[in-house]
């Protein structure tokens, strides 16, 4: 076939057609929608998070991708080439974005705009404008126009004086210009996908100015299959250039998509109707410890639901219920799983339900309920959005005066085993660092305020014990010889210091690497999205290989956040401070937290430490994925397994993580959390 035959082929998903894909999008060998390399303008279903590797010629790529939103996937990849010149085996931490600016319809295509590698030197950045089409729900047809690596010519966009790490906005878009595409055909066959593509890609580094040659280029087409299983697991075997194979690998998992065996919980008591006969009467006041009679009905009640009852006021048309949940459910359903019990407890002239969530150490947020609401709202066709409107969140005050309290008992001992994983993908010349084994934690509570916790890890998986960074995300200095490592052993005290106002001050050793004494304080009314907060601490770095030995390190680092929930999930965190090589920055982060416990984000540091110090990749930037153990068991547990994947281990940018962040824990059951799921209200 010619390229003027070809591109004839591609130039008809401009062609209107009479039905739109049934087919599922897919992506290519480096992570993104695409074909085999060539981009298509498809995206993956929202909040998909793939994991993708593949092997060709002398490069494999780990991509992990992310669909940050309908229209956008962010993806990180790290390529490690062989023989790449005189520098042999390199690694390249490589981000791509890929967003869709016009979804397919009955009549026009679907086209989208994409960045490969844009933060880099230039040896694989491209960027591209592509149109992908489907026909009769199994042929999808692409065509294109790429710049830069993807101008069918030597206009690489590279500068190797450079640092990886810089915007180049002004190179972006300019220069040469080719034009590629392909076929993607969904066969008969179950599972099974066609592609053909024309590539604009003249890998012009790696067989012209890197020697030896990394494959012979003898054509521009490439051709491969695909089987999906059930289980979104895709495999790909590919004939590249006429002369090599390639193969990928790609998994998919979705937050959104509920677990198809569910979850293993109990079924949500029915509200219970009022006698309307006996709402004005009183007598009930006069009962003995009416309270406490009151409470122990509710614990009976609540208990299979993980909830206990901590304080409780009662008066004549109000209770006033403080609970702790030892569950990870939507803030929502903890909050409807007591009203319903309170229908049962509370006598008939009881009106008014305020209902109290302590969270750790912390009494945050109340909800107020008025029981006729309730009752009435319990079966409306509208009862899930008149209540969001109906039921209002509030601080608790503090102190709170005049309840009945149930203390528990002190010491109280927690422990848990759980995997950990780790990965630093170093954004070039180094090696990636990936552990990954078992996590032991072991607390004990000396009373409401003051715990004293511990950590251990013993790595299973250590990809990396040769590295000699000890400030960065990098931990593997602290992982060699697959001994157990010390992780944390310090105490930590929580007080709530006044109305919206939290503090913590902690002492020990805080990670693997640092120990010392600090402490936190967050603003952070219920009924607000925002809040902020500060932390300082002085920290000494700890001795590779003894336990309680430091090096001659030590330094004070603190940042202000600012915390932000938006809507639909997402949250902003903006830090500002001082990190722990002394230097001075800001770090931002989105986060897009999901109804059953996952989070997945994206973050970004700069500093005003020099690109020599810090090391190739300028800034440090990377995702972070938190997944809950429940999850994959079908339980409301409230453990999680999940990790930074960052890009680089430089020491600046690096960040101190204390035990207990307070944000995260005060903000649980506030307005914020509880307007995004306030369906789980009635489950």
């Not at 996952?598 to 540091?605: D, E």
């Amino acid at each position: 076939m010619s390229r003027i035959a070809f591109f004839a082929v591609v130039g008809t998903a401009l062609i209107p057609s009479a039905a739109m894909s049934q087919t599922a999008s897919t992506v290519g060998i480096y992570g993104t929608p695409g074909l085999i390399e060539m981009p298509t303008a498809e995206v993956t279903p929202d909040a998909e998070l793939t994991t993708t590797f593949s092997q060709f010629a002398d490069a494999d790529n780990i991509a992990v991708g992310f669909q940050f939103l309908p229209q956008l996937m962010v993806s990180y990849r790290i390529q490690r080439l062989e023989n790449f010149g005189a520098r042999g085996t390199a690694y390249d931490g490589i981000w791509d974005l890929h967003f869709q600016l016009f979804d397919e319809t009955d009549i026009t295509p679907a086209v989208a705009v994409g960045l490969r590698d844009f933060f880099a030197t230039g040896r694989t950045v491209s960027q591209y404008v592509v149109a992908t089409k489907t026909f009769a729900d199994q042929l999808k047809v692409t065509g294109g126009i790429g710049w830069g690596r993807l101008s069918d010519s030597d206009d690489l966009q590279a500068d190797y004086s450079k640092s990886g790490g810089d915007f180049r906005w002004d190179e972006y878009f300019t220069g040469e210009t080719g034009f590629f595409g392909g076929i993607e055909w969904a066969t008969p066959i179950d599972g099974v996908t066609f592609k053909a593509e024309y590539s604009s890609d003249q890998y012009v580094q790696e067989n012209e100015i890197f020697l030896p040659r990394s494959f012979d280029r003898e054509s521009d087409y490439n051709f491969g299959v695909e089987y999906t299983t059930p289980l979104n697991f895709t495999l790909g075997a590919y004939y590249m250039y006429g002369s090599e194979y390639a193969f990928m690998l790609s998994t998919a998992l979705n937050p959104k998509r509920g677990r198809p065996q569910g979850y293993v919980v109990p079924a949500p008591l029915p509200i219970q109707p009022r006698d309307q006969a006996a709402r004005s009467d009183l007598s009930w006041l006069s009962t003995p410890d009416v309270e406490t009679v009151a409470a122990n009905a509710l614990r009976s009640t609540l208990s299979k639901d993980g909830i206990s009852v901590r304080k409780i006021k009662l008066t004549g048309r109000q209770v006033d219920i403080i609970v702790t949940s030892s569950r990870l459910q939507p803030a929502a359903q903890t909050y409807g799983r007591v009203a319903r019990a309170l229908t049962y407890v509370m006598p008939e002239s009881v009106e008014t339900f305020v209902i109290g969530v302590q969270n750790g150490a912390f009494e945050t947020a109340q909800m107020v309920i008025n029981r006729s609401d309730l009752e009435r709202l319990e079966l409306s066709p509208n009862g899930v959005r008149e209540s969001a409107t109906t039921f209002s969140i509030e601080d608790i005050p503090y102190p709170t005066d005049g309840f009945t309290e149930f203390p528990r008992d002190f010491p109280r001992f927690n422990w848990g085993v759980r995997p950990f994983l780790n990965v630093t993908l170093f954004s070039s010349g180094n090696r990636p660092a990936v552990r990954a084994g078992l996590a032991a934690s072991a607390s004990v509570s000396l009373s409401e305020n003051l715990r004293i916790g511990a950590g251990a890890r013993l790595p299973v998986i250590d990809g990396n014990t040769d590295n000699d960074n000890t400030r960065g995300p990098d931990e593997s200095a602290y992982f060699t010889d697959f001994e157990v490592t010390l992780t944390r052993l310090s105490a930590d005290y929580f007080q709530k210091l006044g109305d919206n106002i939290y503090s913590k001050a902690n002492v020990g050793l805080f990670s693997s690497q640092w120990g010392g004494v600090g402490g936190e304080i967050l603003y952070k009314r219920a009924d607000q999205r925002w809040g902020i907060g500060l932390d300082v601490n002085h920290v000494w770095q700890r001795d590779t290989e003894e336990y309680f030995e430091f090096v001659d390190y030590d330094v004070t680092t603190g940042h202000v956040s600012f915390y932000y929930s938006g809507r639909g999930g997402f949250d902003y965190e903006v830090n500002a401070g001082r990190y722990l090589e002394g230097d001075w920055g800001s770090t931002f982060t989105v986060n897009r937290t999901f109804d059953n416990g996952w989070s997945v984000g994206v973050f970004a540091t700069a500093t005003d430490i020099s690109g020599a110090e810090f090391g190739d990749g300028r800034f440090q930037k990377g995702f972070t994925i938190d997944i809950p153990f429940g999850w994959a068991i079908g339980t409301q547990t409230r453990r999680t397994v999940g990790d930074r994947i960052a890009s680089t281990s430089g020491n600046g940018g690096a960040r101190l993580r204390t035990p207990g962040n307070l944000f995260g824990t005060v903000d649980q059951f506030h307005a914020d959390n509880v307007s995004g799921t306030w369906g789980a209200f009635w489950k």
